[in-house]
């Protein structure tokens, strides 16, 4: 089942992760999926399954290794839920792209909470849209009360059935947001019992109450992928640093496995924390909150001085987004106040009030392509020229890459399944032109 919405907002990661939540409580194979490039979001699913969530985009991703992410998970699991982005028809490609390609049901989510009768407007026009759209039904969030969801299920004159509930508006299991999205699950004590709570609600509904063998109508078949090509083991006996806390958070675990298929062995350590550089060939600083932590990260003088050793060394290291802005001289927040950060690359990095780049990118470099997207809430002010630059999806110039010595950082951020020898690449001396 893909759960969508007419809009950003509605809802859609609450109910995704309580239907997945509810049926793995109840002993069931549960497996989940993001559309669209995002990494919070992920958090809550992967909360509510127990298993890693892997995105599925028709450009990032790629259709080839979308269905063979879903070909995998079907062998495995008894349901499969899949996250909309944005609203069912926004983007290029949108999520309901995705449910026509590998026919996935679609269940809309409609925040209901100030209208009546345009509900059914909603449903219809979300429903009928486009042609052969396939179509679970529509469920009614936020509601204020019984009477409310009764006048909800009514204004579906054309069809009542397609009504799969109404979850009643409750504080006890909204998730909380702040500029780049949803709070990472991981940093509320309460995240699992927000889920349960969101997970009981739904299971006062038709669709909550539905078990196994009530979905099988909303079963779908997905055909074994050809088989892909060998990957040469390019990172055979490098050792990865990572850079995992709550500072650098923005990690797809596909990158992770591109990484041990190339046979890296991954290490990991807490900037936040402090803690000296592993020893390693190659570091990689994944994206995150560094804003949020500009005080903690300027006074990690241990890894900052592993970090500055490592370099100097001529050993690779491929910062992107919140992984590149600590490397800059300073941060300045949205409110004007300077921390002294890293200094391995000059300028400062300035904070926006507003969203100040979004969309999808790919990175062309000597050894291949890689897909990716940017999403920022910052600027950075450098004397340094972009060594090069990435594409846009839809054409035209896209993010800077920097380069300093062995140091590459940019906002894009990569998916390394797009191009396992590009990914390889950006951590090889040398490896980069």
Known sequence: MLVAAPASGQGKTTVA?????????????????????????????????????????????????ARARLHEAATQADLIVVEGVMGLFDGEPSAADL????GLPVLAVIDASAMAGTFGALAFGLRHFRPGLPWAGVLANRVG???????????????????????????????????????????????LARLDAAADALARTPLGQMDGAALVRWSVSFD???????????????????????????????????????????????PLADEPLPACDA????????????????????????LRAHAHAGRPVWAECGG??????????????????????PGQVLMQKRLAALGLQQLA??????????????????????AQRTEAARGGAGEAVYRVGAVQAS????????SPAAAASLFIEGGVA
């Not at 054309?158 to 699950?185: C, I, K, N, Y």
């Not at 291949?368 to 020229?385: Q, V």
């Not at 906002?411 to 797009?418: C, L, N, R, T, V």
């Open 99 to 102: 449910a026509q390609r590998f």
């Open 411 to 418: 906002y894009f951020h990569a998916w390394f399944p797009s």
């Open 224 to 270: 074994a992928p050809a088989a892909a090509p060998a990957q040469a083991a390019l990172l055979a006996g490098k050792t990865m640093a990572v850079a995992r806390d709550a500072a650098f958070c923005f990690i797809y675990p596909a990158n992770l496995d591109v990484l041990r298929a190339l046979g890296a062995e991954l290490v990991f350590f807490s």
């Open 17 to 65: 992760a309580a239907l997945a939540r509810l049926h793995a409580r109840a002993g069931r194979r549960v497996r989940a999926f993001k559309c669209g490039p995002d990494f919070l979001d992920p958090h809550w699913l992967a909360l509510a399954t127990g298993h890693p969530v892997h995105n599925l985009d028709l450009w990032m991703t790629g259709e080839h290794d």
């Open 283 to 306: 570091v990689w600083l994944p994206g995150g909150y560094p804003e949020l932590h500009a005080g903690a990260l300027a006074a990690a003088t241990r890894t900052r001085e592993g």
């Open 145 to 191: 009360s019984g009477r409310h969801a009764q006048m909800l299920r009514e204004a579906l004159a054309d069809d009542e059935a397609q009504f799969l509930g109404a979850v009643m508006r409750d504080a006890a299991f909204s998730l909380p947001e702040r500029h780049l999205g949803l709070t990472v699950a991981a940093e509320l004590p309460d995240a």
């Open 365 to 386: 470099l000597p050894a291949g392509t890689l897909r990716g997207h940017t999403f920022h809430y910052s600027r950075c002010e450098t004397a340094l020229a972009p």
């Open 324 to 345: 590149m802005m600590p490397l800059f001289d300073h941060i300045v927040s949205s409110d004007g106040e300077a921390a002294a950060l890293w200094g391995l690359l």
